[in-house]
């Protein structure tokens, strides 16, 4: 044996020009194969880095290629036709009705009605809802997070959860695969004990999903009974909260939304929570539901709202194309809040391009995010907003919140940031509310935080800090 493995060795020495090439070619063979699908489609600096990569570290990059390189997975579905809005919808309300039609083009659910929507004004009263709705289930409870904090809330949460499944509640948690590290392993023995089903979505170190490693789920949902959905962008830890009083150090909760509503509406959050479940337990997806047709009348916006998802499983990127086409159809005000800006070049010239004909567009900031990386390269973006004409706001406080409204016809509100991963890697989930009472209603909530705010500090960078940004965001922001 060893004497076969000393002719191996020689073999290599002798012949690592020819094994080398031989590898590069089977690199870019693997590359252009997976990347002949219309959805697997990239930024051209994406593609070239992950080309040269090939052409110069062939044995460091296929690896991690097959590990992180593949953006949609492969999923048959076709999505049977429906009408779009009436034409006099579209003329009383642009932005409501284009993304109607979109979402119809894209197979979204259709819009379905909701009530006793409450949107959570700080982490208290979101603290209020998620112990109200977990108290109040009677039969099922699932959760779908990104993380669960080791801290005073996931404690809590954690203790909640496996009460309610020994009081005889189906309990199941979905937890990310990478997320569960983040936010300190919780005690999921104690949960399974008590008959929780935990799940962790696409594990990295035993993936059954190949090339699937890079692609994390960032749904946050709790639905009990499939009636009432608690949803938004907090994570189950306590910054997103009230803060956790046992540390030394205490820092200030951050600032984020969420809300709880029921209605026919919480039906989609059922429908995608299964799917999710079922692609990480790897058995065969549901099917979506059969969509039914889509009216609309000049006289009034019905209270509806629409599930909207997003990502690998979405031959679309669905809210990606929402935002854009909002930017475009847009009559009056375009209003963002995110905690991270590093937005695709479409999107940004999208936003650009509705300041510079008139549309009042505001983005609200952390003056500091947990990010420190996204805050630096962020910079290039703001500085052409400000240019076309746009306002960037920064808050003192760190703001998690992901929301954008477009004049009183559009608010999307959830899990989605306004960057690369969340819009083309991440498994993601806004509800579009299409009801002018709720659009306001969170508008007041996002006005609420402008007004907290300061100004972007405008500056002309100079060539090491521009050459630094571009750097960066070709090398950290584009695979």
């Known amino acids: 044996m060893s004497h076969v493995v000393s002719m191996l060795v020689e073999f290599v020495k002798e012949n690592w020009e020819i094994l080398d090439l031989l590898l590069v070619v089977l690199g870019l063979v693997v590359y252009v194969a997976a990347s002949h699908s219309p959805s697997q489609r990239r930024h051209p600096s994406a593609a070239i880095a992950w ?34 809005p009436s034409v006099s919808a579209a003329v009383a309300y642009p932005t409501m009705a284009r993304s109607l039609q979109l979402g119809v083009a894209m197979g979204l659910p259709d819009p379905a009605a909701y009530d006793n929507l409450a949107i959570h004004q700080d982490g208290r009263q979101a603290l209020q809802a998620l112990r109200r709705i977990i ?106 909260f009230e803060g956790d009083p046992r540390l030394f150090v205490r820092h200030s909760p951050w600032i ?127 500085r052409d907003l400000v240019e076309a004409g746009a306002r960037v706001w920064l808050h003192p406080r760190m703001v998690h919140a992901k929301a954008v409204l477009v004049d009183d016809e559009l608010a999307l509100i959830g899990s989605a940031n306004l960057d690369g991963r969340s819009l083309f890697l991440n498994y993601e989930m806004m509800v579009a509310f299409y009801d002018r009472a709720a659009v306001l209603a969170f508008a007041d909530w996002a006005d609420a935080r402008q007004r907290e705010c300061s100004h972007y500090p405008y500056r002309r960078p100079g060539i090491l800090r521009e050459l630094s940004e571009g750097l960066l965001l070709w090398l950290a922001f584009q695979l």
């Open 51 to 84: 080309v040269m990569g090939i052409l110069l570290v062939p044995y460091l990059a296929l690896p991690l290629y097959l590990a992180f390189g593949s953006r949609k997975v492969s999923v048959s579905r076709t999505f049977p036709a429906s009408e779009g």
């Open 135 to 240: 108290r109040e289930a009677s039969s099922t409870l699932d959760i779908s997070t990104f993380l669960i904090g080791r801290d005073v809330l996931g404690d809590e949460i954690v203790a909640r959860l496996t009460a309610r499944a020994r009081d005889g509640v189906r309990v199941r948690l979905l937890i990310d695969g990478i997320g569960i590290y983040l936010g300190g392993l919780p005690d999921f023995r104690a949960l399974r004990a008590a008959g929780v089903e935990v799940l962790r979505f696409v594990p990295p170190f035993n993936s059954p999903k190949r090339g699937r490693t890079n692609l994390r789920n960032h749904r946050k949902m709790v639905i009990a009974d499939g009636k009432a959905l608690w949803c938004g962008g907090r994570n189950l830890a306590a910054e997103y």
């Open 256 to 382: 984020d939304l969420s809300f709880d509503l029921q209605g026919e509406l919480v039906a989609q959050a059922v429908a995608q929570f299964e799917m999710d479940w079922a692609f990480a337990k790897n058995l065969e997806l549901p099917e979506r539901p059969v969509r039914t047709e889509i009216t609309g009348s000049a006289g009034a916006v019905p209270a509806l709202a629409q599930l909207v998802d997003s990502g690998p499983d979405r031959p679309d990127d669905t809210i990606f194309n929402l935002l854009v086409s909002a930017c475009f159809t847009s009559q009056r005000r375009i209003l963002a809040v995110t905690p991270y800006f590093v937005p695709e070049p479409s999107l940004l010239t999208a936003l650009m391009l509705a300041a510079r004909r008139g549309i009042r567009v505001d983005l609200v900031l952390p003056e500091r995010s947990n990010h420190r990386l996204a805050d630096f390269v962020r910079h290039r973006a703001l």
